[in-house]
């Protein structure tokens, strides 16, 4: 059936974005990243495992932008990246099956691996005012304006 929340206990109406609907095959890998708006992933076929941290593991995670460095947070090249070891303590791990749903919060880092053929479908909402979010972002990954604007200032001051 279709997928539908109690009015209010996920996200209001007006605060809805975007849902996306994700065909994988056992071989598909998202990389490690971050949105900024909080989702729910549901899983309708097949298996997914998902890794979350926190968005305090940012410096650990070799972020650039909304996206980890490391590329695979699995089998990490500790030489490379000796800081994502420390991640670890705070990486929560799960894996998704047919009817499971994930709320994964905005700002907090995921990493997601089909492990069969798999469909997904994702429902993003705003959860602040939806004026911070960026006009053009169709995704729910585009920092938020102000943030930018605060980095860039910080730049040309260094």
Do not use: C
Request: glycine share 6%.
């Amino acid at each position: 059936g279709d997928v539908t929340f109690p009015e209010g206990l996920i996200y209001d109406k007006e605060d809805y974005h975007t849902s996306v609907l994700r065909v994988s095959t056992g071989d598909t890998q998202l990389w490690t990243h971050y949105d900024v708006m909080h989702n729910v992933l549901i899983q309708v076929t097949g298996t997914k495992r998902v890794l979350l941290w926190p968005p305090s593991e940012a410096h650990n995670l070799y972020t650039e932008g909304s996206s980890s460095r490391v590329p695979d947070p699995l089998s990490p090249d500790l030489a490379r990246f000796p800081r994502f070891a420390d991640a670890a303590h705070s990486r929560l791990s799960t894996t998704m099956r047919p009817g499971d749903a994930l709320f994964i919060p905005g700002l907090w880092f995921h990493h997601v691996s089909a492990e069969s053929f798999s469909v997904a479908v994702n429902v993003f909402w705003k959860a602040l005012p939806h004026n911070l979010y960026h006009p053009k972002d169709h995704y729910g990954n585009k920092d938020l304006p102000a943030g930018d604007a605060a980095v860039s200032a910080a730049v040309r001051r260094v």
